[in-house]
Nanobody, 127 residues
């Protein structure tokens, strides 16, 4: 399973780092994506990483502000978020799948069933 942590409340312009830890398996053969969802709105893909970090992708609204990284020793994927804006407020979820192409399409907005999801961690950015 996936265990997220690191959410919280910050003021606009602040930073947070979210963690997604794998329990019971390793990320070696998985791509990992971050998603966010505001209640009542559609889930939005934020970023994904595959190939032990050799390939990363960011949705346009977070590009330049968010950085995804992985630590194979800790079996954890991070989402480093800086210059946060009120519109970044959401519950953030990580997901993992052994099919990197599927992660890519789901992050891009295509419906798809990813193998593993975390429980979500809330991020609130106040103005």
């Amino acid at each position: 399973r996936l265990i997220e942590s690191g959410g919280g409340s910050v003021q606009a312009g602040g930073s947070l780092t979210l963690s997604c830890a794998a329990s019971g398996f390793t990320f070696d053969d998985y791509a990992v994506g971050w998603f966010r969802q505001v209640p009542g709105k559609k889930r939005e893909g934020v970023s994904y990483i595959r190939g032990s970090g050799t390939y990363t992708f960011y949705t346009e609204s977070v590009r330049g502000r968010f950085t995804i990284s992985s630590d194979n020793v800790k079996n954890t994927v991070y989402l480093h978020m800086k210059n946060l804006k009120p519109e970044d407020t959401a519950v953030y979820y990580c997901a993992a799948d052994s099919r990197p192409g599927l992660i890519a399409t789901v992050v891009a907005g295509t419906e798809g069933h990813l193998a593993l999801w975390g429980q979500g961690t809330p991020v609130t950015v106040s103005s």
